[in-house]
C-alpha cells in the first residue's frame, strides 16, 4: 500500500508486511456485529481485506460485501470457511453457531476471532479447547474487547503501576437501554455479564472462587419470569471481592464502567466524554445508546491486533481458555439465580498450550 502524504517508511517488518499484502477475512454473520467487523477490515485495518461474507440473509450480505468489498458471499458459513481463498475467519453469528463454526475453522487451520461468548455451553466451549490443544497451536481468539477498550486499559495500567495499592476490591457495572424480546435471565448472564467476569480475570490476574447472584424483574413487559437486573457477588483466588450490577432495561442508555479499590487509593473508568449542555436550567450530557457505539475504538483495535498477531504469527488477546473459564463462571451464576445460594467453582488445569500465566497477564 502506498503511503499518504506526510508518512514515512517503516522499519517494523509486521507494517512492511502489512503494506505488501493484506491477509483475506471472510465474516461469519451481517447483523450489527458482522457489519462492523467488516467496516474495521475495510477502512481501519490495513493488513486486511474482507474477502467473503457468510449469512443465510443472502440479500443483506450481498449488500454488506458490496460496501466493504469487492467480496464472495456464501449462504453456508461452513463454505466459506472451507474456501481455500480465505485465510483467516471472524464469526459474528449468533451464540449457538459459535462453537461448531470455530471447531470447523481449528479443522480448517484457520485462525478465527470469535464473538463472545465461545459457545452457549462450558461443555461446548471444552471441546474447542480441546480441540485447539489436539492441533498443537492456538487459532482462537476470543472478542472480548474491553480488554482494548482506552478507557479499561488506562485502569488496568493504574492498578499495574501500584499507584492504588494492591487490589481488594472490583466493581463492575454494565447497563442497556433494553432488552431484546423472547431472551431469559441466563441470557442476561451469557450476553452481557461475561463480559465483566472476563473483566475481573484480567484486571485481577486471579481467577473467580465463588459467586452469588440474585436478581428482581423491573419490566414485566419482557417476560415476569425474566430478572433484568442482577447483582452478583464474588470472591476470587487470591482473596479480592467482586460486585456485578448488570442492568439490561435501564432505558436511559448504554453505561459500563469499572472501579478497582485498592489498599491505598481507587481508580476507574472515565465519566462520558461529549459536550456538556447547559440549557434550560439544567446540565446535560449525552449518554451513548448501544455497544458498538460505546467500543467502537475497542473493536478497531482488536481487530488490528488481531490481524498482526497473524502476520508475527504470535497469538494473542484472550484465547480460547479464557472463553472456556469465562463460561464456567457464568454458568456458576445462572445456578446461583436458580438456588439463591452461592456457587463454588473449582480449580482448573489450564493445559500447557496456554502458558502458566495468570488471567491477567500481559500477551
Not at 447483523?31 to 467488516?38: I, S
Not at 481487530?303 to 494473542?316: H, I, K, T
Request: proline share 6%; aromatic share 6%; charged share 25%.
Amino acid at each position: 500500500m502506498g503511503l499518504a502524504t506526510g508518512e514515512h517508511a517503516t522499519d517494523d517488518p509486521v507494517a512492511k508486511r502489512a503494506e505488501s499484502r493484506r491477509i483475506a477475512v471472510g465474516v461469519v454473520g451481517s447483523g450489527g456485529m458482522g457489519c462492523m467487523h467488516a467496516e474495521n477490515l475495510r477502512w481501519k485495518v490495513p493488513g486486511a481485506r474482507l474477502a467473503a461474507v457468510a449469512d443465510p440473509d443472502t440479500a443483506r450480505a450481498e449488500e454488506l460485501a458490496e460496501r466493504c468489498g469487492p467480496a464472495t458471499v456464501f449462504e453456508d458459513p461452513v463454505e466459506l470457511i472451507r474456501a481455500r481463498s480465505i485465510e483467516a475467519v471472524v464469526v459474528a453469528s449468533p451464540d449457538p453457531t459459535h462453537a461448531p463454526l470455530v471447531l470447523e475453522c481449528l479443522r480448517n487451520e484457520k485462525p478465527v476471532l470469535c464473538e463472545k461468548p465461545l459457545a452457549d455451553s462450558s461443555q461446548a466451549a471444552l471441546e474447542v479447547v480441546e480441540a485447539e490443544v489436539g492441533l498443537g497451536k492456538r487459532l482462537v481468539q476470543v472478542g472480548f474487547m474491553r480488554r482494548y477498550d482506552p478507557q479499561h486499559v488506562a485502569v488496568k495500567e493504574a492498578v499495574e503501576s501500584g499507584s492504588v495499592g494492591a487490589p481488594v476490591l472490583f466493581k463492575g457495572w454494565h447497563r442497556n437501554v433494553g432488552f431484546g424480546s423472547g431472551k431469559g435471565s441466563e441470557s442476561v448472564v451469557t450476553s452481557a455479564t461475561i463480559h465483566d467476569l472476563d473483566s475481573i480475570r484480567w484486571y485481577l490476574g486471579q481467577e473467580i472462587a465463588e459467586v452469588y447472584a440474585r436478581g428482581v424483574n423491573t419490566e414485566p413487559e419482557i417476560g415476569e419470569n425474566v430478572w433484568d437486573l442482577q447483582l452478583i457477588q464474588l470472591l476470587t483466588t487470591g482473596g479480592c471481592m467482586g460486585t456485578i450490577e448488570t442492568y439490561v432495561s435501564s432505558r436511559y442508555g448504554y453505561e459500563v464502567g469499572v472501579e478497582i479499590v485498592g489498599e491505598r487509593g481507587t481508580v476507574q473508568t472515565s465519566p462520558p466524554t461529549g459536550a456538556v449542555v447547559r440549557r434550560e436550567g439544567a446540565v446535560s450530557q449525552r449518554i451513548e445508546q448501544d455497544w458498538l457505539e460505546r467500543f467502537r475504538a475497542a473493536y478497531e483495535i482488536e481487530a488490528r491486533l488481531w490481524v498482526e498477531s497473524l502476520f508475527n504469527g504470535a497469538p494473542g488477546g484472550p484465547d480460547a481458555w479464557d472463553g472456556y473459564v469465562s463460561l464456567v463462571a457464568a454458568e456458576a451464576c445462572i445456578a446461583s439465580l436458580r438456588s439463591g445460594s452461592p456457587e463454588r467453582i473449582a480449580k482448573l488445569d489450564r493445559p500447557a498450550l496456554y502458558g502458566e500465566r495468570e488471567p491477567g497477564a500481559d500477551r
